[in-house]
């Protein structure tokens, strides 16, 4: 089964940085796309970035040059560089992929932002 960890969230000042990880098991990491999504308390879940398999990347308007997302394939690992982080980033962040049809997630890491 696929597996999913997210890790590296935390409470963080406004203007401050994160880097979130999101270890990827039992899958062939290095053909999928992976995506982060985000869920801020009583939103919908929402797509921040997406980083294709040759490494393309695309991100939501309200994030763009203020995240990065990477992928390591030697380790199945995809990241995500948050700088410049403001209140409105609070929420869960998701790693999510796709492998014939089926969406597999993990279980969130909390980002909180204070002001």
């Known amino acids: 089964q696929v597996q999913l960890v997210e890790s590296g969230g935390g409470l963080v000042q406004a203007g401050g940085s994160l880097r979130l990880s999101c270890a990827a098991s039992r899958i062939i990491f290095s053909g999928n796309a992976m995506h982060w999504f985000r869920q801020a308390p009583g939103k919908q879940r929402d797509l921040v970035a997406t980083i294709t398999s040759s490494g393309s990347t695309n991100y939501a308007d309200s994030v763009k040059g203020r995240f990065t997302i990477s992928r390591d394939n030697t380790k199945n690992m995809v990241y995500l560089q948050m700088n410049s982080l403001k209140p409105e980033d609070t929420a869960v962040y998701y790693c999510?992929?796709?492998?014939?049809?089926?969406?597999?997630w993990g279980k969130g890491t909390l980002v909180t932002v204070s002001s």
């Open positions: 999510q992929t796709t492998i014939t049809g089926m969406g597999y």
